[in-house]
Structure formats: structure tokens, C-alpha cells
């Protein structure tokens, strides 16, 4: 018989997230918001990309760079939903596939952690535009986590 799954409570509330996020990274909405996180769970969250000309590349679409930062701010949150208010975790993998032409629209990321162990966390990041559920990218990364 399988164990039961116990569902750890998050580690961050949705508030104290963000004002995390903006302490320890205060130049991610300089000249305005560009990211929002707008939910937060037990190694989930959701975070917005704020469409603006500046993020599209040659060809009118929104560029990879700009999806690849959201991915890894997803996977950041996600981690730190579980193991609390670490600012040194960092990324050690990202790969990104892009699947298909992303609208003129805010990007939105879903992103849940696969596995959480005492030094790596696994996870996988979902995007699609905004009003559609067609995804324009899956992303996967692993973050180490310092000892504390």
C-alpha cells in the first residue's frame, strides 16, 4: 500500500512573497512592473510577465531572453514556497523549449516544484499568453539550495 502524500503548507503567503521578491531584487520592475506574482502554494505559484514592446524581438513576436526570465523567477518563487525566505538559492539548469509564436499579449507562467530534496529543487515551468491556453513554452531547471 502506498504511502500517503502529505502536502506541505507553503512556506511564503502571496504578500510576503512579493515584498520578498522586491527586497532582494529590487531592480526587477525598474521603470514600472513588469512581473506579478499572482499566486502562491505549497510549490506552485503563477507569475505574470506585463506585455510591453520592449520584450518583442525582430519579427513581432516576445523574445526568448524575456521568456527564459520569467521561467526562472517562476521556478525562484516556486522553490522558495517551499523552502522559505532563501536568497541564495540559485539556478544550476534551465532548458527551455519554445513550442509555438507567443501573442502580443502578457506571458503567464505556471510553475511547480517536482521534486524538493535538502540541496536541489526540480521543476517545470508552463507558459502560455495571456486569454489562451495554447503554450508557448515548457521550461524544466533545477535550483541548489545553500545548506542553513
Do not use: W
Not at 87 to 108: G, H
Amino acid at each position: 500500500m502506498p504511502k500517503p502524500t502529505v502536502v506541505p503548507q507553503s512556506a511564503l503567503a502571496l504578500d510576503e512573497m512579493i515584498a520578498f521578491i522586491d527586497h532582494v531584487f529590487p531592480e526587477i520592475n525598474h521603470g514600472g512592473r513588469s512581473y506579478l506574482i499572482e499566486a502562491v502554494g505549497p510549490g506552485t505559484c503563477r507569475v505574470r510577465l506585463v506585455y510591453h514592446p520592449r520584450h518583442l524581438r525582430p519579427g513581432g513576436t516576445l523574445s526568448g531572453p524575456s521568456m527564459m526570465a520569467l521561467a526562472d523567477l517562476a521556478l525562484y518563487v516556486a522553490v522558495l514556497s517551499v523552502v522559505g525566505k532563501v536568497e541564495l538559492a540559485v539556478t544550476t539548469n534551465l532548458s527551455i523549449n519554445f513550442l509555438s509564436k507567443p501573442e502580443k499579449a502578457d506571458l503567464i507562467a505556471e510553475c511547480r516544484v517536482l521534486k524538493a530534496g535538502k540541496r536541489l529543487c526540480v521543476g517545470e515551468v508552463s507558459i502560455h499568453s495571456d486569454h489562451s491556453e495554447t503554450l508557448v513554452a515548457h521550461v524544466t531547471g533545477t535550483y541548489s539550495v545553500p545548506p542553513r
